[in-house]
């Protein structure tokens, strides 16, 4: 080389610049698409990259779990759906909340891949990746949804497509399910066969739960085994195959005669085809507790991590999450609520100054992924007469980005 050569960015290789963005955080990404067109198209319009991205950003070092960078919760007096922040000096924050207008209740199903699924009334869905400020409004289920009913969104490998499950049991009396998938490619809803009943008289618990990449979507009922006795069952939902399958979950109770298990959490996970929580709480609080998690794979469940939490003053642990080595846990100490933070390392509990009641354990990580690059130009789906509505996302700072919609509803 020349003294008089220099080398310039048009002399790196585009594969190797892609290589190099692809380990940077999504907010930097979004600034850097005014650098050049090529950046503009590799960071927006490459559904590999912002994939390769996004995984790369949860990959967690203590291969568990995910690393997640937000918290779903809602706020207490709206009702509106929020985002707590995870800050680097290890405190719990408010970072910005969605609201549906006018007067309409949005709540969250479930997010994958950085896209949150809400769903308002009993049919409504919309698909939103926030930091892209992208909607998309679903046409309704064709099949009335009820108080029990559930719905999630998932990534199907295979075909390469988003899909939408929504799961229903008509009545309490009634254990056969109803199947429903919306795919996001071809635009429309289709009733699938069930090959299992669930003999599942309350329903579904919770919000469903992402793993295997978004393949898989989880739920705990539970199962009615002989008349007057349950068990607790996990139902799992696979993207690819369009199949629901039953897994008894693991036996968790823990070797110390002075504990018992009454709490289980599912948690999302990249790697895992389920990942499971088991809360220990000692019969005398003055011992403390103890979490398991366990993690499902090629079927069989295997205990992957164990906190045990030192004897200490008596608290009341509700909901608690893990975020790579760390776990941030809700306790009740007297008549308040108060989010801590616990170092799996040295085992130390630290208080974040995070009051309050955190309803959900559910993290979240934003990414690049476009739902248009999926979308079919076929909805079977029409505009009602119901007017606009406004969903729109606020920080502490006021409101960060609105979008309107028109109410839709499917073609029968």
Not at 33 to 59: E, G
Not at 239 to 247: D, I, N, R, W, Y
Not at 317 to 325: A, E, G, L, Q
Request: with cysteine; hydrophobic share 35%; proline share 5%.
């Amino acid at each position: 080389m020349g003294d008089n050569e220099i080398v310039g960015p048009n002399n790196i290789p585009e594969e190797l610049v892609s290589e190099i963005l692809c380990y940077l955080p999504v907010k930097s990404l979004i600034r850097f698409t005014i650098v050049c067109k090529t950046w503009l198209r590799c960071i927006r319009n490459d559904h590999q990259f912002a994939m390769k991205n996004y995984l790369i950003q949860t990959t967690s070092s203590s291969t568990v779990l995910d690393n997640v960078d937000y918290m779903f919760s809602y706020v207490s007096k709206s009702g509106n759906p929020c985002l707590y922040s995870f800050t680097k000096s290890k405190s719990f924050r408010f970072s910005t909340k969605f609201e549906c207008l006018p007067d309409l209740s949005i709540e969250i199903s479930n997010s994958c891949h950085g896209i949150i699924c809400f769903h308002f009334w009993r049919e409504g869905i919309l698909l939103c990746n926030p930091l892209i400020q992208e909607i998309v409004l679903l046409p309704p289920c064709p099949t009335k949804t009820t108080y029990n009913g559930k719905k999630a969104l998932g990534f199907d490998p295979i075909q390469n497509d988003y899909k939408v499950v929504a799961i229903d049991f008509p009545s309490k009396d009634n254990y056969l399910c109803t199947v429903n998938l919306y795919s996001l490619r071809h635009g429309h809803w289709r009733k699938l066969y069930s090959s299992i009943s669930p003999r599942c008289s309350y329903g579904l618990e919770g919000d469903g739960a992402s793993n295997a990449n978004g393949r898989i979507c989880n739920w705990l009922f539970d199962k009615e085994v002989e008349f007057g006795k349950t068990e607790l069952t996990l139902l799992s939902f696979d993207m690819g195959e369009e199949v629901l399958k039953e897994f008894p979950i693991p036996k968790c109770e823990h070797e110390d005669p002075h504990s018992h298990t009454d709490d289980h959490q599912l948690l999302s996970s990249t790697r895992w085809q389920a990942c499971l929580s088991c809360l220990h709480r000692s019969r005398n609080f003055n011992r403390g507790f103890i979490i398991d998690v366990w993690v499902l794979k090629d079927c069989i469940w295997s205990k992957a991590i164990v906190v045990n939490f030192p004897d200490h003053e008596p608290i009341e642990p509700s909901h608690f999450w893990i975020n790579d080595n760390e776990l941030f846990v809700n306790i009740q100490k007297g008549n308040m609520r108060e989010v801590f933070h616990y170092e799996l390392g040295t085992q130390q509990l630290k208080r974040t100054g995070s009051k309050g009641f955190f309803c959900t354990t559910r993290g979240y990580m934003e990414s690049l992924v476009s739902l248009k690059h999926f979308m079919s130009p076929h909805h079977e789906c029409k505009h009602n007469d119901t007017g606009k509505y406004v969903l729109r996302e606020i920080s502490r700072k006021g409101v960060r980005w609105s979008r309107s919609f028109n109410l839709i509803q499917a073609s029968r």
